[in-house]
Nanobody, 123 residues
Framework: QVQLVESGGGLVQTGGSLRLSCVASGRYFSEYYMGWFRQTPGKERAFVAG????????YYDDSAKGRFTISSDMAKNTVYLQMNSLKPGDTAVYYCAAGSAWYSPIPSTYVYWGQGTQVTVSS
């Protein structure tokens, strides 16, 4: 069992930045591929970025490329999502997830999910 706890969401103006954190715990969490997803009301969860604890290339949705950076810190059991140049369209609940399929943008391939953190970007 893996537990994931997100934090770092909030209200920010257009062009601002936020850094989301996802602290992982439980057995074998470091074996999983980690993803960030986001969801707005009435829509399915959408992949934002992914990374593996042991290295390898990070992977981004086109909407995140050049603005968001995913990183991991094994010593702190934490995965981060640095979000810069935020736009109102980035407003969503952001979720951290753990799965076995590397580079997968498909939510159903992720087994464990956090509770989510709200990000609101004002115009």
């Amino acid at each position: 069992q893996v537990q994931l706890v997100e934090s770092g969401g909030g209200l920010v103006q257009t062009g601002g930045s936020l850094r989301l954190s996802c602290v992982a715990s439980g057995r074998y969490f470091s074996e999983y591929y980690m993803g960030w997803f986001r969801q707005t009301p009435g829509k399915e969860r959408a992949f934002v970025a992914g990374i593996h604890w042991t290295g390898g290339s990070s992977y981004y949705d086109d909407s995140a490329k050049g603005r968001f950076t995913i990183s991991s810190d094994m010593a702190k059991n934490t995965v981060y999502l640095q979000m810069n140049s935020l736009k109102p369209g980035d407003t969503a609940v952001y979720y951290c997830a753990a799965g076995s399929a590397w580079y997968s943008p498909i939510p159903s391939t992720y087994v464990y999910w956090g509770q989510g953190t709200q990000v609101t970007v004002s115009s």
